[in-house]
């Protein structure tokens, strides 16, 4: 089985400043994908960055950072240069690779980010 | 753009009526679509995996008589709530994925029963 836990409901922050977004998993899979996503009030999930369990780089993109530590099983996001528009709900997800049948995300309780002027 | 059409985005309806929820793939073949059921200021829950010219598969607690999915074609699955009630309402989203990419999203269907 596979778990993910999110344990900040929310977070401030300031305007330009980073942030980083806790995400711990647990899974008995050898391989396996970590996924950040962003929700808006509007409810539309936003893919946000991925990293794969085999990755030995942590993955960026743009202003996102995964920090991804194996043996912790953690995989933090990092929000440089926050914006007003990062406000918004963001969910650490997990999928098991090469395996059949099990291709659905599992999701975190979520953390709500507000972005202050 | 979107690569995942879902649809409608809003319905409102009684109580006891059926309600059907479209989510669409474009310009891919999707032989597997997901749909998760999220509560207000909740997480996204997994309620059945679509697979097309299939049976879905349920995930545990799921009614399967009360959420019919009919996955009849490549580019098409649809939710229906059979007689909806006022604690059918949520927000459902379905999602597809393109194989060596994440999977994407529908842009959810909020459904209220009165």
């Known amino acids: 089985a596979q778990k993910i836990t999110q344990t900040q409901p929310g977070m401030f922050v300031q305007e330009k400043e980073a942030v980083t977004l806790d995400c711990t998993y647990d899974?008995?899979?050898?391989?396996?994908?970590l996924f950040w996503y962003k929700q808006p009030s509007s409810g539309e999930m936003i893919f946000l960055i991925y990293?794969?369990?085999?990755?030995?780089q942590n993955a960026t993109e743009g202003r996102y950072s995964l920090n991804f530590q194996k043996a912790r099983k953690s995989a933090n996001l990092v929000i440089s240069a926050s914006q007003l528009g990062d406000s918004a709900m963001y969910f650490c997800?997990?999928?098991?690779?090469?395996?059949?049948?099990?291709?659905?995300?599992?999701f975190g309780s979520g953390t709500r980010l507000q972005v202050q002027p | 753009g979107a690569v995942v059409s879902q649809h409608p985005s809003w319905v409102i309806c009684k109580s006891g009526t059926s309600v059907k929820i479209e989510c669409r793939s474009l310009?891919?073949?999707?032989?597997?679509m997901f749909w998760y059921r999220q509560f207000p200021k909740q997480s996204l829950m997994l309620m059945a995996t679509?697979?097309?010219?299939?049976?879905?598969?349920?995930e545990q607690g799921v009614e399967k008589d009360k959420f019919l999915i009919n996955h009849a074609s490549l580019t098409l699955s649809t939710l229906t709530v059979t007689s909806a009630h006022p604690e059918d309402s949520s927000f459902y989203i379905c999602?597809?994925?393109?194989?060596?990419?994440?999977?994407?999203f529908g842009d959810g269907t909020r459904l209220s029963i009165l």
């Open positions: 999602s597809a994925r393109i194989p060596g990419q994440p999977q994407h």
């Open positions: 899974t008995s899979d050898q391989s396996y994908g």
């Open positions: 990293q794969g369990s085999y990755d030995e």
């Open positions: 997800a997990m999928r098991a690779l090469r395996v059949t049948g099990r291709r659905a995300l599992t």
């Open positions: 310009d891919f073949q999707a032989t597997t």
């Open positions: 679509s697979n097309e010219g299939s049976k879905a598969t349920y």
